[in-house]
């Protein structure tokens, strides 16, 4: 089993930064694919970042350029980097990980507000 918690969201005015955070732990050598995801209000949930255990990343359209997945192995962590933010950027953030023969894990969510 495999188990996420985010952190480190917040309120932050467009053009701001922000860091995310998740933490990873259980059997963690079962990983193979995590990923930060989020949610507005009255819309679906949608994949922002993704980075596989080789390193290979993915990002959405709506974020390239501004926002960068990353992981550390030593700290079992997943971040993602967000900069140039947007309002339209504002959503609970959520970190998931899927793990070889478990079903896969999702975090609680990070708000975060973009917002003057």
């Known amino acids: 089993q495999v188990r996420v918690v985010e952190s480190g969201g917040g309120l932050v005015q467009p053009g701001g930064s922000l860091r995310l955070s998740c933490a990873v732990s259980?059997?963690?050598?079962?990983?193979?694919?995590e990923a930060w995801y989020r949610q507005a209000p009255g819309k679906q949930r949608e994949l922002v970042a993704a980075i596989t255990s080789e390193g290979t990343t993915a990002h959405a359209d709506s974020v390239k350029g501004r926002f960068t997945i990353s992981k550390d192995n030593a700290k079992n962590t997943v971040d993602l980097q967000m900069n140039s933010l947007k309002p339209e950027d504002t959503a609970v953030y959520y970190c998931n990980a899927r793990i070889t023969g478990w079903p896969e894990a999702w975090g609680q969510g990070t708000q975060v507000t973009v917002s003057s």
């Open positions: 259980g059997f963690i050598s079962k990983i193979y694919y």
